[in-house]
């Protein structure tokens, strides 16, 4: 071998191993400086460690100074080799397997993997490996006699796998050599099929494949380690399995000997620990065995909890899984899915799976996923439980988890990941459900990977593509159909609350230092810090041909994970663990001890204090806390994943329910009550922390895809909104819990504000800054604090940008609400800035108005080229914001455009309907080919209705007061019996005939709106709240949920102490 291709062997070698020599000896001369420089550059500009901060982390990671790694950056291989000294052990491996006798043609047990044919350039070394693992299990077998195996066969057996693990390893590397071979014409045949052989032969010669390897020596050490690895790991195997035969037999199988081993299925799991998997045997008698290797502990004491739970009266029953746990791995019996025979069956299966999710609910954990569950029959089966009592890390404040994804969801039923619910989103917005109950098969990974085509060829390439998830066995089936989970949810629910409730019921028991959960506090527990699909993407990227020529180009690419600290600053102290792992072909595994706070790494190094609490901490806390409020929030996320199914099977319809309007008016007391009721049920709703509270909700994706997400900012359905309702509701019942809640909520939304303010894209009153602005104004107002005047104020400059950019002009999104807002703050805390700003969207509004047939219209990416009528989306909202700012200006000319914007609606109005046209492309709530019509405040007569109202004391004429009564008698005849909210909804158009009754003096008007409200009444009564999303769907916030049904009731209450949000009214004095 030459001394050139010797000394790249050192290449190999990682940061960490080229350091200690390197102070040791002193800066080398040959030092290639402009090299260094480059690379060093490359380094620099890899984000995120561009940031100066992250860089000086990141050099400390790793104990190296820069000037340090530039000159390692620059040392050319021969200088490197110099002074490391000693041959790296993987050098000796290759040279001892790639020199001595050439061994008879080695064959890999079918079926072997596409490609296959390239494992020649390795088989010298898998050669060696095998035979060495043959002989280490005769040994095995002469030393315990009884072990269930024949040497040969199961060194046969195990080596199945390996070529699955070394095909990603070598494939685009020797791809990338087949093209060159190509190109270069060294390769012989008359078909890509020939010369995709002769390639294959070429690898099989030991001076080809010396000559290669020498050139990838990352690659080379990886072959090297991933092959002895698998040695090592096989021989473990069968070790095991002969010393605890006599345990396992009695265990698993009667006490008889089941037989000779016959099938070992291995690579069943990621690598961890020196590419250690999951393995399934399979003996001669048909007994089938799972081997896992790390600690069982707490699966064992997760069967026992079980059987305490089924002892103590759970009906039915949850079914347990046999396990034996050694030390430091265990075995377990292998559970097989089977179908439902009945649908009481099926309904048994949900109500067992709803017990386990209150159950997994308690232990806090998570990463459940869909190949964690089989459905056996009636029984839900948790398999594979290394995350129970999974801890938080220290940095969890309100910031952090309002920052990593998903992390709002920690701390509820959603965070095991059994129940629906989208884990990923790829590109192009569609979302990926890998949960234990929403899992289904036709699902494409989110991420693409690497697949080979023209295999076999010397066209051979490596493409991205996004794979079909395969189907699991983790959705009940029944007639060979799969069972949604949707259609069982009273079953799932009913399961929940049963468990949820013994929990509560035994608590002391649970919590005793005897009881149950004492048997998990030293079982060690895998914490989840990254995803493993982000892991295994970064390992199979890392093996591109150019990170295998040297370990520290590899490095860098590693250091992609420094991506994520900007968001978890905690992750900093875990990269050099992850990287180490990673090096080595590892999916990078962390635990802790359920009773401890301290973290260890995948090779046992020691972080003492990582975590604030121990997860048994958390544990006995959430058992502590389980209450009947608790109950309910938790059950409503239940439903709101459910109902994410069924949305996603079906739109769901506009809800409507039997409404029927008793003969005597509702008393504002009655009134009042519901409200606080609806009130009481929206606190319940709440998460807090920290003096934070916050919501989720179902939203509708860009995809029209259904979430179940975090409240925002706006006013329609988030934190503004929300926050003054509680405060309406405080201070008309006197109730500090609902100030206290309202309070919460505006500290959440000035602090999200304050972090991120360019989030907030929108300007209009219900999606954007003026609702913003308006809803901190009225709570100044409120509360008598000033101060939050200069808070709304302070954001009017963000605001400005937004207007600029602004394409929307309306009430609801543009400018036109952005206009109601900063007028509703400048009569409360006059400000240059919000006037200037006010005038700025007026002058705007009148540069975008379009002439029209009769009259002016607005015209935007949303209208579909169509001039929109209402008080939301069109002409209604605009000449009202229009109209106040006249009045506050003393300028004619918005005056004058806010008539013509009445013109316009004027011309649409159908006499025969008796309302206006919803002219929005996809309206489509009618069944034939005339115009759609809503009777709602968004869109339709209510809506326009009102905002003729509210705009009287500055046009007052008879074609207004006629579109008043007009508005009246279309609300009366087609706007009941919908939902209870206020955007498209009963009280939304109950509260205009409110407004209507006063503004006219008309009592019987009056009286017949309070009658209307009882109807509203009855019907929470009879039939629950009525929500404005499809199918009624639970949702907090103010325009379709529980916010607004509660605002609604106290604004009929004492419509004299409470703004009407609906006309964007002033505060009340």
Same mark, same amino acid.
């Given at each position: 071998?030459?001394?050139?291709?010797?000394?790249?062997?050192?290449?190999?070698?990682?940061?960490?191993?080229?350091?200690?020599?390197?102070?040791?000896?002193?800066?080398?001369?040959?030092?290639?400086?402009?090299?260094?420089?480059?690379?060093?550059?490359?380094?620099?500009?890899?984000?995120?460690?561009?940031?100066?901060?992250?860089?000086?982390?990141?050099?400390?990671?790793?104990?190296?100074?820069?000037?340090?790694?530039?000159?390692?950056?620059?040392?050319?291989?021969?200088?490197?080799?110099?002074?490391?000294?000693?041959?790296?052990?993987?050098?000796?491996?290759?040279?001892?397997?790639?020199?001595?006798?050439?061994?008879?043609?080695?064959?890999?047990?079918?079926?072997?993997?596409?490609?296959?044919?390239?494992?020649?350039?390795?088989?010298?070394?898998?050669?060696?490996?095998?035979?060495?693992?043959?002989?280490?299990?005769?040994?095995?077998?002469?030393?315990?006699?009884?072990?269930?195996?024949?040497?040969?066969?199961?060194?046969?057996?195990?080596?199945?796998?390996?070529?699955?693990?070394?095909?990603?390893?070598?494939?685009?590397?020797?791809?990338?050599?087949?093209?060159?071979?190509?190109?270069?014409?060294?390769?012989?045949?008359?078909?890509?099929?020939?010369?995709?052989?002769?390639?294959?032969?070429?690898?099989?010669?030991?001076?080809?494949?010396?000559?290669?390897?020498?050139?990838?020596?990352?690659?080379?050490?990886?072959?090297?380690?991933?092959?002895?690895?698998?040695?090592?790991?096989?021989?473990?195997?069968?070790?095991?399995?002969?010393?605890?035969?006599?345990?396992?037999?009695?265990?698993?199988?009667?006490?008889?000997?089941?037989?000779?081993?016959?099938?070992?299925?291995?690579?069943?799991?990621?690598?961890?620990?020196?590419?250690?998997?999951?393995?399934?045997?399979?003996?001669?008698?048909?007994?089938?065995?799972?081997?896992?290797?790390?600690?069982?502990?707490?699966?064992?004491?997760?069967?026992?909890?079980?059987?305490?739970?089924?002892?103590?009266?759970?009906?039915?029953?949850?079914?347990?899984?046999?396990?034996?746990?050694?030390?430091?791995?265990?075995?377990?019996?292998?559970?097989?899915?089977?179908?439902?025979?009945?649908?009481?069956?099926?309904?048994?299966?949900?109500?067992?799976?709803?017990?386990?999710?209150?159950?997994?609910?308690?232990?806090?954990?998570?990463?459940?996923?869909?190949?964690?569950?089989?459905?056996?029959?009636?029984?839900?089966?948790?398999?594979?439980?290394?995350?129970?009592?999974?801890?938080?890390?220290?940095?969890?404040?309100?910031?952090?988890?309002?920052?990593?994804?998903?992390?709002?969801?920690?701390?509820?039923?959603?965070?095991?990941?059994?129940?629906?619910?989208?884990?990923?989103?790829?590109?192009?917005?569609?979302?990926?459900?890998?949960?234990?109950?929403?899992?289904?098969?036709?699902?494409?990974?989110?991420?693409?990977?690497?697949?080979?085509?023209?295999?076999?060829?010397?066209?051979?390439?490596?493409?991205?593509?996004?794979?079909?998830?395969?189907?699991?066995?983790?959705?009940?089936?029944?007639?060979?159909?799969?069972?949604?989970?949707?259609?069982?949810?009273?079953?799932?629910?009913?399961?929940?609350?049963?468990?949820?409730?013994?929990?509560?019921?035994?608590?002391?028991?649970?919590?005793?230092?005897?009881?149950?959960?004492?048997?998990?506090?030293?079982?060690?527990?895998?914490?989840?810090?990254?995803?493993?699909?982000?892991?295994?993407?970064?390992?199979?990227?890392?093996?591109?041909?150019?990170?295998?020529?040297?370990?520290?180009?590899?490095?860098?690419?590693?250091?992609?994970?420094?991506?994520?600290?900007?968001?978890?600053?905690?992750?900093?102290?875990?990269?050099?663990?992850?990287?180490?792992?990673?090096?080595?072909?590892?999916?990078?595994?962390?635990?802790?001890?359920?009773?401890?706070?301290?973290?260890?790494?995948?090779?046992?190094?020691?972080?003492?204090?990582?975590?604030?609490?121990?997860?048994?901490?958390?544990?006995?806390?959430?058992?502590?806390?389980?209450?009947?409020?608790?109950?309910?929030?938790?059950?409503?996320?239940?439903?709101?994943?459910?109902?994410?199914?069924?949305?996603?099977?079906?739109?769901?319809?506009?809800?409507?329910?039997?409404?029927?309007?008793?003969?005597?008016?509702?008393?504002?007391?009655?009134?009042?009550?519901?409200?606080?009721?609806?009130?009481?049920?929206?606190?319940?709703?709440?998460?807090?922390?920290?003096?934070?509270?916050?919501?989720?909700?179902?939203?509708?994706?860009?995809?029209?895809?259904?979430?179940?997400?975090?409240?925002?900012?706006?006013?329609?359905?988030?934190?503004?909104?929300?926050?003054?309702?509680?405060?309406?509701?405080?201070?008309?019942?006197?109730?500090?819990?609902?100030?206290?809640?309202?309070?919460?909520?505006?500290?959440?939304?000035?602090?999200?504000?304050?972090?991120?303010?360019?989030?907030?894209?929108?300007?209009?009153?219900?999606?954007?800054?003026?609702?913003?602005?308006?809803?901190?104004?009225?709570?100044?107002?409120?509360?008598?604090?000033?101060?939050?005047?200069?808070?709304?104020?302070?954001?009017?400059?963000?605001?400005?940008?937004?207007?600029?950019?602004?394409?929307?002009?309306?009430?609801?999104?543009?400018?036109?609400?952005?206009?109601?807002?900063?007028?509703?703050?400048?009569?409360?805390?006059?400000?240059?800035?919000?006037?200037?700003?006010?005038?700025?969207?007026?002058?705007?509004?009148?540069?975008?108005?379009?002439?029209?047939?009769?009259?002016?219209?607005?015209?935007?990416? %949303?209208? @579909?080229?169509?001039?929109?009528? !209402? =008080?939301? /989306? &069109?002409?209604? #909202?605009?000449? *009202?914001? +229009? $109209?106040?700012?006249?009045?506050?200006?003393?300028?004619?000319?918005?005056?004058?455009?806010?008539?013509?914007?009445?013109?316009?609606?004027?011309?649409?109005?159908?006499?025969?309907?008796?309302?206006?046209?919803?002219?929005?492309?996809?309206?489509?709530?009618?069944?034939?080919?005339?115009?759609?019509?809503?009777?709602?405040?968004?869109?339709?007569?209510?809506?326009?209705?009102?905002?003729?109202?509210?705009?009287?004391?500055?046009?007052?004429?008879?074609?207004?007061?006629?579109?008043?009564?007009?508005?009246?008698?279309?609300?009366? %005849?087609? @706007?009941?019996?919908?939902?209870? !909210? =206020?955007? /498209? &909804?009963?009280? #939304?158009?109950? *509260?205009? +005939? $409110?407004?209507?009754?006063?503004?006219?003096?008309?009592?019987?008007?009056?009286?017949?709106?309070?009658?209307?409200?009882?109807?509203?009444?009855?019907?929470?009564?009879?039939?629950?709240?009525?929500?404005?999303?499809?199918?009624?769907?639970?949702?907090?916030?103010?325009?379709?949920?529980?916010?607004?049904?509660?605002?609604?009731?106290?604004?009929?209450?004492?419509?004299?102490?409470?703004?009407?949000?609906?006309?964007?009214?002033?505060?009340?004095?």
């Amino acid at each position: 071998m030459g001394e050139g291709v010797t000394s790249r062997w050192v290449l190999g070698h990682a940061l960490e191993e080229r350091l200690p020599s390197l102070r040791m000896r002193g800066t080398p001369e040959a030092v290639d400086e402009a090299r260094a420089r480059r690379r060093l550059e490359r380094w620099r500009k890899q984000e995120p460690l561009t940031r100066d901060s992250l860089w000086a982390q990141r050099l400390r990671a790793s104990g190296l100074t820069e000037a340090e790694l530039h000159t390692l950056l620059g040392e050319p291989a021969e200088a490197l080799h110099a002074r490391m000294g000693a041959p790296p052990p993987w050098q000796r491996v290759i040279e001892q397997a790639y020199t001595s006798e050439v061994s008879p043609p080695f064959s890999w047990p079918e079926p072997t993997p596409p490609g296959a044919a390239l494992l020649g350039l390795v088989e010298p070394l898998v050669h060696e490996a095998h035979a060495r693992l043959v002989s280490a299990l005769d040994t095995c077998l002469r030393d315990m006699p009884a072990a269930p195996f024949e040497p040969k066969h199961a060194a046969r057996m195990l080596l199945a796998p390996l070529p699955r693990m070394l095909m990603p390893l070598l494939g685009r590397t020797l791809a990338v050599e087949l093209r060159i071979a190509q190109l270069e014409g060294r390769l012989q045949g008359d078909t890509p099929e020939a010369r995709f052989q002769d390639f294959a032969q070429h690898l099989r010669r030991r001076d080809v494949a010396l000559d290669i390897l020498a050139r990838y020596p990352v690659l080379a050490r990886q072959a090297v380690e991933y092959i002895t690895a698998w040695e090592a790991t096989g021989v473990e195997l069968m070790q095991r399995l002969a010393r605890d035969a006599a345990a396992l037999w009695h265990r698993f199988h009667y006490g008889v000997p089941p037989g000779p081993l016959v099938e070992a299925q291995g690579g069943l799991s990621d690598p961890h620990r020196g590419g250690r998997t999951v393995f399934l045997l399979r003996f001669a008698s048909g007994l089938r065995l799972v081997y896992k290797p790390r600690p069982l502990t707490a699966e064992a004491a997760f069967q026992q909890l079980l059987s305490w739970l089924n002892a103590r009266g759970l009906t039915p029953p949850l079914r347990t899984v046999e396990v034996l746990s050694s030390d430091g791995y265990g075995w377990m019996e292998y559970v097989e899915a089977a179908p439902c025979q009945s649908a009481e069956e099926v309904r048994r299966f949900h109500l067992r799976q709803g017990a386990l999710v209150a159950l997994l609910y308690a232990l806090d954990v998570t990463d459940i996923h869909y190949e964690n569950l089989i459905a056996v029959g009636e029984h839900p089966v948790l398999v594979d439980l290394e995350t129970l009592f999974h801890p938080h890390t220290l940095a969890a404040s309100i910031r952090d988890v309002e920052k990593q994804p998903g992390a709002v969801l920690n701390g509820t039923v959603l965070k095991s990941g059994l129940l629906p619910q989208p884990a990923w989103r790829a590109k192009d917005g569609t979302e990926v459900d890998f949960s234990a109950l929403g899992a289904s098969e036709g699902q494409l990974t989110p991420l693409g990977y690497l697949v080979a085509t023209a295999h076999g060829t010397d066209q051979l390439r490596f493409e991205r593509r996004r794979m079909e998830i395969p189907g699991a066995a983790n959705r009940p089936r029944m007639e060979g159909q799969d069972v949604s989970v949707a259609v069982q949810a009273d079953a799932l629910e009913q399961g929940f609350s049963t468990l949820y409730r013994l929990l509560a019921e035994h608590r002391d028991a649970l919590l005793a230092p005897e009881g149950p959960l004492a048997a998990f506090e030293h079982a060690p527990v895998r914490v989840l810090f990254r995803g493993t699909a982000s892991y295994d993407a970064l390992l199979h990227e890392s093996m591109h041909p150019h990170a295998m020529g040297d370990a520290l180009d590899r490095q860098r690419f590693f250091d992609h994970l420094w991506l994520a600290v900007k968001e978890r600053p905690y992750l900093a102290a875990l990269i050099p663990f992850e990287q180490e792992e990673l090096q080595r072909g590892d999916i990078p595994r962390f635990t802790a001890l359920p009773g401890s706070k301290d973290l260890w790494s995948g090779a046992g190094r020691h972080l003492p204090g990582f975590f604030d609490d121990s997860g048994l901490e958390r544990a006995r806390r959430r058992l502590a806390e389980l209450s009947p409020d608790d109950h309910e929030r938790q059950l409503g996320l239940l439903r709101n994943a459910l109902d994410r199914v069924r949305l996603a099977a079906s739109p769901g319809a506009r809800p409507r329910y039997p409404f029927h309007e008793p003969p005597e008016p509702a008393h504002p007391d009655t009134l009042l009550a519901a409200a606080r009721r609806a009130g009481e049920r929206l606190v319940a709703l709440s998460f807090s922390g920290a003096g934070h509270s916050h919501w989720l909700s179902l939203e509708r994706s860009d995809t029209e895809e259904w979430r179940l997400v975090q409240v925002g900012t706006d006013f329609y359905q988030g934190l503004s909104g929300i926050a003054l309702v509680l405060a309406q509701l405080g201070a008309l019942t006197g109730e500090a819990r609902f100030t206290q809640a309202a309070r919460g909520a505006l500290r959440h939304l000035t602090w999200r504000l304050e972090a991120a303010p360019t989030q907030v894209r929108g300007v209009g009153i219900l999606n954007g800054w003026g609702g913003i602005l308006y809803a901190l104004t009225h709570l100044g107002a409120l509360w008598g604090e000033r101060a939050l005047f200069a808070t709304a104020e302070s954001f009017v400059d963000a605001m400005a940008s937004r207007v600029e950019q602004d394409e929307h002009l309306d009430l609801g999104s543009g400018c036109a609400g952005a206009l109601l807002g900063l007028l509703t703050l400048v009569g409360q805390h006059p400000s240059e800035r919000a006037s200037r700003l006010a005038r700025v969207c007026g002058e705007k509004l009148l540069q975008t108005a379009t002439p029209q047939s009769q009259g002016l219209g607005w015209l935007s990416p %949303a209208t @579909g080229g169509q001039a929109l009528c !209402g =008080l939301a /989306h &069109g002409g209604a #909202g605009i000449a *009202l914001a +229009l $109209l106040r700012l006249a009045s506050v200006t003393g300028e004619s000319r918005f005056h004058t455009t806010a008539m013509e914007a009445l013109a316009y609606e004027r011309g649409q109005f159908s006499p025969e309907a008796g309302d206006w046209p919803d002219l929005r492309a996809d309206a489509g709530m009618h069944g034939g080919d005339g115009p759609a019509f809503m009777c709602g405040w968004c869109n339709g007569a209510p809506g326009i209705g009102l905002a003729r109202i509210s705009g009287l004391p500055l046009l007052d004429d008879h074609r207004v007061r006629e579109e008043i009564a007009a508005a009246v008698r279309a609300t009366l %005849a087609g @706007g009941l019996g919908y939902n209870h !909210g =206020l955007c /498209h &909804g009963d009280l #939304g158009n109950v *509260l205009f +005939l $409110l407004e209507a009754a006063r503004a006219l003096h008309d009592d019987t008007l009056l009286r017949r709106t309070y009658q209307l409200a009882g109807g509203i009444l009855q019907g929470i009564e009879s039939h629950g709240y009525q929500h404005g999303l499809p199918d009624s769907i639970e949702t907090p916030g103010l325009m379709v949920g529980l916010a607004g049904i509660a605002h609604g009731l106290l604004r009929l209450a004492a419509p004299e102490r409470v703004a009407d949000v609906l006309s964007v009214a002033p505060p009340v004095s």
